[in-house]
């Protein structure tokens, strides 16, 4: 089992930033992309960023040149850095990682962490 804890969501104004941080602890080993989704009320989950292992990242196009993702293998350790925040990315932002082990793929997802951008 993988444990994901995240932190760094709050209140920020339009234009601001906030840094999302999710810390992967237990059975780290295999983890193979680490990524943030999104998700509001009433509408499906969405993907934001994803990261590989050797550190290529992937976009949504709508924080494409806002938000830049990173991790730290040494840590186990996926970062957010969301800049120019506007009001629709207000959601739930969760952490997962996809991890490869004896053949299997495994999927785990954090518990959260709210993400509010006011106007």
């Known amino acids: 089992q993988v444990q994901l804890e995240e932190s760094g969501g709050g209140l920020v104004q339009a234009g601001g930033s906030l840094r999302l941080s999710c810390a992967a602890s237990?059975?780290?080993?295999?983890?193979?992309?680490m990524g943030w989704y999104r998700q509001v009320p009433g509408k499906q989950r969405e993907l934001v960023a994803t990261i590989s292992r050797d550190g290529t990242p992937s976009y949504a196009d709508s924080v494409k040149g806002r938000f830049i993702i990173s991790r730290d293998n040494a840590k186990n350790t996926a970062y957010l850095q969301m800049n120019s925040l506007k009001p629709e990315d207000t959601a739930v932002y969760y952490c997962?990682?996809?991890?490869?082990?004896?053949?299997?793929?495994?999927?785990?997802w954090g518990q959260g962490t709210q993400v509010i951008v006011s106007v």
């Open positions: 237990g059975s780290i080993f295999g983890i193979v992309v």
């Open positions: 997962t990682v996809n991890r490869i082990w004896s053949l299997k793929v495994e999927d785990y």
